[in-house]
């Protein structure tokens, strides 16, 4: 098959993981298009060579009619260049201008986070839901987000389908070994936003002076103050590899789809506290850590509870997080996943 994946940014972030797992995993059997926007390029560093690569430059996250005009026009010529047997969407953007771009028949729409229209673009829902009858299957990544997408009336063909990763890079030494003097480390990998809540996580640290809380991600330190043992250290690469090197994991978000941090965290066998929002719940089970209320308190409660366990009880902690990474969220399993639901797309489309 040929098969078109679009996104609207081209810097790393988990729906760009989700797109370039996914594509270097199909590219064995199929002809795979990469089609992206703005952003530093990150993305297509992360494809196989095998892997066509397209940029549109007037795909943005603004809003910006002239840019819509441009890209609707962008996507419908290569759609006539190369004549792909499957377009896979990804993000609200992308997936509101492809399905306009490209044959229902041949379009499905993967919502990265419904909560980010739900809760956070509410305005956008009525077009969410008129677009519904422009393509031929919508995926959410949990089943969080199937259910609100259903409960919203955006029901035409909806299934959920797991954020699938490769278990990260194993670094040699020890990133962590210059913060000293702490019990623990504790760490959260998240780009600075209103999202990521990084205001609780310093709430948080407040309450247990004697954890290292540990910020990969952060494009600045923030201007609010922190105590001295919240450590901010940045955009690092790979950084789902210094995971192994935290005791416990630690997300504090206001909305979420499935995190792709938290299946870094599980598949390096580190226990998980986050917020119970979105598709997290899916993901932590009480054996590998927990989903609870973005209160600082009860946060702070949980984080000791588990740090504080007898090591037998982390250890086994630790091997139901390995374990329900492999029986649920590889790569393989979500590409499968995908896979169903392009051959019958395609079955269906050849049978006309």
């Given at each position: 098959m040929k098969i078109f994946q679009v996104i609207t940014l081209s810097e790393l972030g988990g729906a760009q993981t989700v797109v370039a797992n996914l594509?270097?995993?199909?590219?064995?059997?199929?002809?795979i298009t990469v089609i992206a926007g703005e952003g530093d390029g990150k993305l297509y560093e992360m494809l196989d060579n095998s892997i066509h690569t397209v940029n549109i430059p007037s795909l943005v996250r603004r809003i910006s009619p002239i840019n819509e005009l441009r890209t609707i026009i962008s996507l419908r010529r290569l759609y006539l260049k190369y004549r792909p047997d499957i377009i896979h969407l990804h993000s609200s953007k992308a997936g509101l201008l492809g399905r306009i771009a490209f044959p229902k028949s041949k379009t499905v729409y993967t919502v990265h986070g419904f909560d980010s229209i739900r809760i956070a673009f509410r305005k956008f829902l009525p077009l969410e839901r008129i677009l519904q009858n422009r393509c031929s299957g919508i995926i959410g990544v949990s089943k969080y987000?199937?259910?609100?997408?259903?409960?919203?009336?955006i029901n035409k063909n909806v299934c959920t389908v797991y954020n699938g990763i490769y278990p990260p890079?194993?670094?040699?030494?020890?990133?962590?070994?210059?913060?000293v003097g702490f019990e623990k480390k504790i760490l959260c990998i998240a780009r600075l936003s209103p999202q990521k809540n990084h205001q609780l996580f310093i709430e948080i640290a407040r309450r247990l002076p004697q954890y290292a809380f540990i910020w990969i991600g952060n494009q600045h330190v923030p201007e609010a103050s922190y105590p001295s043992n919240?450590?901010?250290?940045?955009?690092?690469?790979?950084?789902?590899a210094y995971t192994a090197f935290a005791d416990l994991f630690i997300l504090t978000s206001n909305?979420?789809?499935?995190p792709m941090v938290i299946i870094e965290a599980l598949s390096s066998g580190i226990p998980v506290v986050a917020s119970n929002v979105g598709g997290i719940s899916e993901l932590l089970d009480g054996n590998n850590g927990i989903a609870v209320d973005n209160n600082p308190d009860i946060m702070a409660e949980k984080i000791k509870d588990i740090l504080s366990l007898p090591?037998?009880?982390?250890?086994?902690m630790s091997e139901s997080a390995k374990n329900s990474y492999n029986r649920l969220f590889t790569v393989s399993q979500m590409a499968e996943g995908y896979q169903n639901i392009y051959n019958k797309i395609f079955n269906r489309n050849n049978r006309q």
């Amino acid at each position: 098959m040929k098969i078109f994946q679009v996104i609207t940014l081209s810097e790393l972030g988990g729906a760009q993981t989700v797109v370039a797992n996914l594509s270097n995993s199909l590219c064995k059997a199929h002809d795979i298009t990469v089609i992206a926007g703005e952003g530093d390029g990150k993305l297509y560093e992360m494809l196989d060579n095998s892997i066509h690569t397209v940029n549109i430059p007037s795909l943005v996250r603004r809003i910006s009619p002239i840019n819509e005009l441009r890209t609707i026009i962008s996507l419908r010529r290569l759609y006539l260049k190369y004549r792909p047997d499957i377009i896979h969407l990804h993000s609200s953007k992308a997936g509101l201008l492809g399905r306009i771009a490209f044959p229902k028949s041949k379009t499905v729409y993967t919502v990265h986070g419904f909560d980010s229209i739900r809760i956070a673009f509410r305005k956008f829902l009525p077009l969410e839901r008129i677009l519904q009858n422009r393509c031929s299957g919508i995926i959410g990544v949990s089943k969080y987000d199937e259910f609100h997408l259903k409960e919203e009336n955006i029901n035409k063909n909806v299934c959920t389908v797991y954020n699938g990763i490769y278990p990260p890079k194993k670094l040699n030494t020890d990133p962590f070994n210059d913060i000293v003097g702490f019990e623990k480390k504790i760490l959260c990998i998240a780009r600075l936003s209103p999202q990521k809540n990084h205001q609780l996580f310093i709430e948080i640290a407040r309450r247990l002076p004697q954890y290292a809380f540990i910020w990969i991600g952060n494009q600045h330190v923030p201007e609010a103050s922190y105590p001295s043992n919240v450590f901010w250290k940045g955009n690092l690469p790979d950084a789902g590899a210094y995971t192994a090197f935290a005791d416990l994991f630690i997300l504090t978000s206001n909305y979420e789809g499935l995190p792709m941090v938290i299946i870094e965290a599980l598949s390096s066998g580190i226990p998980v506290v986050a917020s119970n929002v979105g598709g997290i719940s899916e993901l932590l089970d009480g054996n590998n850590g927990i989903a609870v209320d973005n209160n600082p308190d009860i946060m702070a409660e949980k984080i000791k509870d588990i740090l504080s366990l007898p090591s037998e009880e982390r250890k086994c902690m630790s091997e139901s997080a390995k374990n329900s990474y492999n029986r649920l969220f590889t790569v393989s399993q979500m590409a499968e996943g995908y896979q169903n639901i392009y051959n019958k797309i395609f079955n269906r489309n050849n049978r006309q």
